[in-house]
């Protein structure tokens, strides 16, 4: 799937069902009293291993690489977005941005992302097979989400500096 922030959000749990909730809350703070808010949905940014580790098959560090393609962000990235609607809240009033690191991928890739994804990522990325073994790394087989942050670069002047690229130039400087 490609998620932009025009789809509405199907909660999995309390934890979606109480963030959905509160961005409806700001939303009617900003309509009944003219408070600037701007929500962030941000990806994946946590330091700590991810409390599904139990059901990936790649390490932490691995993890963390593969979803920097589709749905994960650095902390210093996630602050600096927070700084950025911040500055601009005032012009915004009320908006909804997702914020991950920049995806190579495009929505026609989501099928084949299901079906394959590491062939797709290897024709955006043609060294990552080699990087990532000699690493010891591998890709997740499947990938059914992709978040696109390109709203956000648009409206509120923000894209993460950290991608997969940046992953693949440090595997590469440790060769």
Same mark, same amino acid.
């Given at each position: 799937?490609w998620?932009?922030?025009?789809?509405?959000?199907?909660?999995? %749990?309390?934890?979606?069902?109480?963030?959905?909730s509160?961005?409806?809350? #700001? /939303?009617?703070?900003?309509?009944?009293?003219?408070? !600037?808010?701007?929500?962030? /949905?941000?990806?994946?940014?946590?330091?700590?291993?991810? +409390?599904?580790?139990?059901?990936?098959?790649?390490s +932490?560090? %691995?993890?963390?690489? %593969?979803?920097?393609?589709?749905?994960?962000?650095?902390?210093?990235?996630?602050?600096?977005?927070?700084?950025?609607?911040?500055?601009?809240?005032p012009?915004?009033?009320?908006?909804?941005?997702?914020?991950?690191?920049?995806? !190579?991928f495009? $929505?026609?890739? #989501?099928?084949?992302l299901?079906? +394959?994804?590491?062939?797709?990522?290897?024709?955006?990325? $043609?060294?990552?097979?080699?990087?990532?073994?000699?690493?010891?790394?591998?890709?997740?087989?499947?990938?059914d989400?992709?978040?696109? $942050?390109s /709203?956000?670069?648009?409206?509120?002047?923000?894209? #993460?500096?950290?991608?997969?690229?940046?992953?693949?130039a440090?595997?590469?400087?440790?060769?």
């Amino acid at each position: 799937a490609w998620l932009t922030e025009e789809m509405s959000p199907e909660p999995r %749990n309390i934890y979606g069902v109480t963030k959905l909730s509160a961005e409806h809350l #700001c /939303r009617l703070y900003n309509l009944q009293h003219g408070l !600037p808010v701007v929500v962030l /949905r941000t990806g994946r940014f946590f330091p700590e291993a991810d +409390d599904m580790a139990h059901a990936i098959e790649q390490s +932490d560090a %691995n993890t963390k690489a %593969n979803e920097l393609l589709f749905r994960r962000l650095t902390v210093e990235d996630a602050a600096e977005a927070h700084v950025a609607a911040l500055e601009k809240a005032p012009l915004l009033g009320f908006d909804t941005f997702i914020i991950s690191a920049p995806t !190579p991928f495009r $929505p026609l890739d #989501c099928a084949e992302l299901i079906a +394959d994804a590491p062939s797709v990522v290897a024709r955006y990325f $043609p060294d990552y097979p080699g990087l990532y073994a000699r690493k010891g790394w591998t890709m997740f087989s499947s990938i059914d989400r992709v978040y696109d $942050p390109s /709203r956000a670069g648009e409206r509120l002047g923000f894209v #993460c500096k950290t991608s997969f690229a940046d992953v693949l130039a440090a595997l590469e400087a440790e060769a």
